[in-house]
């Protein structure tokens, strides 16, 4: 489900901000009686791409919550809508890390046309990383290392 | 949102099956394209009318999983859909307890219009009670009785 | 479900922003894995808040879909998301008309708890009116009237 | 994200029944507070299952609907949930054809683990074909020589 674009062959990886691309296909469930998919299923979409980019960091968010009790908290989701998606279209979302600090993670987000490569929305969520009791805390190194990498620094 | 047909001051009310209804209103996303409910939501309203059942015979769900460390998985669930629901329609949620034992609990639940009555679906669904770590518990003596007298037993 | 809190019978009606307030309760289906409302729900319920001040506003978005061949499409989404919000919690979406012209809505939000009145999530939604056939249209004469005296205009 | 198992180059083609095998991965947005999947998304699967045995059986749902006018709405659906399914997991929806008349079809699924095929959940889905007003409708000379293909007739 999800292509691989690392850089990690690139000379110049390490300034390379890492883009991830997950295709979907659009489920009947998602759409709604206006005969498009319902506009709350973008954030749900960017969540999977946004899983996905982490996959290709080297790590699973899964694992991050059950190992180290961290989570990565939605402090602050946008979405514009561009293009009305319909029923059964493959779509892809291209996520980026658009800005990390110990404790902030920002990715951006574009889902596209798989066929036409048409713009349908693009958004950005903000998120927090907190323990398992909801109060903000750091990103562990290995992880701060893997964020910073894959933002090109 | 939920009406209390709590039979409490009859004088055969041990004898007889609590119900409860509960209404709501169809939101423009749990319609799909074809113009109508999308068939997965009635098993969440079904869910909406069992936790105000419990709420009505005496005690909170939440408060059951999150004191007593009890959970009410499913089990097995069935729906017969009956007329297309549609969008801004309200409904009424019948739930009924049809059979409990210490840990098996079954639930009956009609779906109605509320304007008219009209019969839109109907369905089941086959609970096990579970501890915290998914393996099967017996319910405790006082949400048994409540059980049990909400069956008119 | 509903709160209406109407100025109509305050002397300086014309002049004050309506808003309206309906009460709605965390579904199961709505937690995730992390104990809280998943993010996407928000919008839902931002579209739930909408629908009930367009119907204190005189008119159901229902009827307009159909009668008018009209839709209010969604081309923007933002929710800042303050505090967690937890299943079987009763929550109070706030809605307000934020700005309205000919062909463009902007409604605010905030989702507050019904017991503490603590702001749990804001938001806003920019809509375009669109025909069936997805093209900007715009509101007729009755509805821009009903949303200019909504706004308090 | 179709495994296409079709046996079309097997001699006895004909009387073998279609299977489709479809993989997903569990998204965040579909788990609930109990930490496993809420089961009113495995009917969401089995429609991703059964719209990808469509595709194998080669016919596209979404074009049936829009060419013809022709819907597979639901009648009845059953799931058994025989083990948990968690955040990330992935999963194998295993559909087959169990029973077609002109206007009745009935759909099998399993859903098993793709690591360990493990089974983790099992259903039925009935179907009601039906023109866009919602009446009963028969299954065109084309669909029904394809269903009945896949169910080895």
Redesign the interface.
């Known amino acids: ?1 999800s292509s691989d674009h690392s850089k990690a062959t690139h000379p110049h990886a390490r300034r390379t901000q890492a883009t991830n691309e997950t ?3 659009v ?3 998602e ?6 998919v ?4 973008h ?2 979409w960017f ?2 791409g946004r ?1 996905e980019l982490m996959r290709q960091m080297g790590f ?3 694992d991050m ?1 059950r190992e180290e009790g961290l ?1 990565i ?9 561009r293009a ?1 998606i319909f ?2 279209q493959e779509v892809v979302v291209r996520t980026r890390l658009k800005q990390v600090r110990e404790s902030v993670i920002i990715f951006s987000y574009e889902l596209v046309g798989a066929n036409d490569g048409a713009l349908l929305a693009e958004g950005e969520t903000t998120h927090i990383v907190t323990d398992s009791s ?1 109060k903000v805390a750091a990103l562990p190194g290995k992880y701060l290392h893997a964020f910073r990498a894959a933002i090109g620094k």
């Open positions: 489900m295709r979907l296909r489920r009947y469930a759409t709604d009686q206006m005969g498009v319902y506009h709350s299923n954030l749900i969540e999977v899983v699973s968010y899964r919550e989570f908290a939605v402090a602050e989701a946008t979405c514009r809508y009305p029923y059964d909801m």
